[in-house]
Protein backbone atom coordinates (compact mmCIF):
# COMPACT_ATOMS: atom_id res chain seq x y z
CA UNK A 1 0.00 0.00 0.00
CA UNK A 2 1.21 3.46 -0.53
CA UNK A 3 0.07 6.83 0.15
CA UNK A 4 0.35 9.91 -1.33
CA UNK A 5 0.15 13.23 -0.42
CA UNK A 6 0.50 16.50 -1.93
CA UNK A 7 1.30 19.89 -1.28
CA UNK A 8 2.52 23.30 -2.57
CA UNK A 9 -0.29 24.07 -4.99
CA UNK A 10 -2.01 27.88 -4.78
CA UNK A 11 -2.51 30.92 -6.28
CA UNK A 12 -0.39 32.68 -8.98
CA UNK A 13 -0.16 35.24 -11.41
CA UNK A 14 0.44 34.21 -15.26
CA UNK A 15 4.49 33.72 -15.51
CA UNK A 16 4.91 32.42 -12.04
CA UNK A 17 6.29 29.82 -10.80
CA UNK A 18 5.19 26.91 -7.91
CA UNK A 19 6.63 23.56 -7.06
CA UNK A 20 3.90 20.63 -6.56
CA UNK A 21 5.64 18.04 -3.73
CA UNK A 22 4.33 14.45 -3.51
CA UNK A 23 5.58 12.62 -0.35
CA UNK A 24 4.62 8.70 -0.17
CA UNK A 25 4.92 6.41 2.07
CA UNK A 26 6.26 3.03 2.36
CA UNK A 27 9.41 1.41 1.76
CA UNK A 28 8.72 0.22 -1.85
CA UNK A 29 8.51 3.87 -3.38
CA UNK A 30 11.88 3.13 -5.24
CA UNK A 31 10.25 0.45 -7.05
CA UNK A 32 7.40 3.21 -8.39
CA UNK A 33 7.19 4.84 -11.03
CA UNK A 34 5.31 8.02 -10.58
CA UNK A 35 3.69 10.96 -12.51
CA UNK A 36 1.50 14.08 -12.20
CA UNK A 37 -1.65 14.60 -13.78
CA UNK A 38 -4.21 17.02 -13.56
CA UNK A 39 -7.94 17.83 -14.03
CA UNK A 40 -9.54 21.27 -15.12
CA UNK A 41 -13.68 21.80 -15.08
CA UNK A 42 -15.54 20.30 -17.73
CA UNK A 43 -12.06 19.25 -19.54
CA UNK A 44 -10.85 15.71 -19.22
CA UNK A 45 -7.92 14.57 -17.31
CA UNK A 46 -4.55 15.23 -18.40
CA UNK A 47 -1.38 13.37 -17.81
CA UNK A 48 1.27 16.28 -17.14
CA UNK A 49 4.83 14.50 -16.87
CA UNK A 50 5.84 10.70 -15.98
CA UNK A 51 9.05 9.82 -14.28
CA UNK A 52 10.28 6.10 -14.27
CA UNK A 53 11.61 4.49 -10.85
CA UNK A 54 15.32 5.76 -10.65
CA UNK A 55 14.33 9.18 -12.72
CA UNK A 56 16.16 8.49 -15.67
CA UNK A 57 13.11 8.44 -18.01
CA UNK A 58 10.83 11.31 -17.82
CA UNK A 59 7.50 12.30 -20.40
CA UNK A 60 6.38 15.19 -20.69
CA UNK A 61 3.20 16.66 -22.22
CA UNK A 62 3.34 18.97 -25.30
CA UNK A 63 1.65 21.90 -23.34
CA UNK A 64 3.74 21.85 -20.43
CA UNK A 65 7.10 20.77 -22.03
CA UNK A 66 10.12 23.39 -21.26
CA UNK A 67 8.01 24.34 -18.69
CA UNK A 68 7.49 21.95 -16.12
CA UNK A 69 9.97 19.47 -14.69
CA UNK A 70 9.19 16.65 -12.98
CA UNK A 71 12.31 14.69 -10.55
CA UNK A 72 11.83 12.46 -7.83
CA UNK A 73 14.10 11.84 -4.07
CA UNK A 74 13.94 7.87 -3.37
CA UNK A 75 15.30 9.01 -0.38
CA UNK A 76 12.94 11.25 0.40
CA UNK A 77 10.21 9.21 -0.97
CA UNK A 78 9.11 12.70 -2.80
CA UNK A 79 8.02 12.95 -6.48
CA UNK A 80 8.32 16.90 -7.55
CA UNK A 81 6.73 19.17 -10.32
CA UNK A 82 8.18 22.05 -10.87
CA UNK A 83 5.95 24.78 -12.63
CA UNK A 84 7.42 27.98 -14.42
CA UNK A 85 5.90 30.41 -17.29
CA UNK A 86 2.71 29.41 -15.60
CA UNK A 87 -0.13 29.87 -17.97
CA UNK A 88 -4.09 30.72 -16.93
CA UNK A 89 -4.74 26.81 -18.86
CA UNK A 90 -2.53 25.29 -15.99
CA UNK A 91 -5.28 25.77 -13.69
CA UNK A 92 -6.74 22.49 -12.66
CA UNK A 93 -6.10 20.29 -9.59
CA UNK A 94 -3.41 18.33 -9.55
CA UNK A 95 -2.64 14.56 -8.69
CA UNK A 96 0.00 12.73 -7.95
CA UNK A 97 0.23 8.73 -8.95
CA UNK A 98 2.30 5.77 -8.48
CA UNK A 99 2.08 2.84 -10.44
CA UNK A 100 3.79 -0.52 -10.72
CA UNK A 101 4.81 0.02 -14.50
CA UNK A 102 3.59 3.39 -15.56
CA UNK A 103 1.09 6.24 -14.83
CA UNK A 104 -1.39 7.40 -17.17
CA UNK A 105 -4.20 9.76 -17.16
CA UNK A 106 -6.73 6.68 -16.55
CA UNK A 107 -4.51 4.29 -15.15
CA UNK A 108 -2.58 4.10 -11.95
CA UNK A 109 -2.21 2.07 -9.11
CA UNK A 110 -2.75 4.61 -6.29
CA UNK A 111 -3.17 8.71 -6.00
CA UNK A 112 -3.26 10.80 -4.02
CA UNK A 113 -6.19 13.63 -2.65
CA UNK A 114 -4.69 16.53 -5.30
CA UNK A 115 -3.98 20.05 -4.46
CA UNK A 116 -5.24 22.60 -6.89
CA UNK A 117 -3.21 25.36 -8.79
CA UNK A 118 -5.28 28.52 -9.77
CA UNK A 119 -2.84 31.02 -12.41
CA UNK A 120 -4.74 34.17 -12.82
CA UNK A 121 -4.36 36.42 -16.14
Known amino acids: QVQLVESGGGSVQAGGSLRLSCAASGRTFSTYAMGWFRQAPGKEREIVAT????????YYADSVRGRFTISRDNVKNTVYLRMNNLKPEDTAVYYC??????????????RGQGTQVTVSS
Open 97 to 110: AADRMLVTADEYDY
Open 51 to 58: INWNGDST
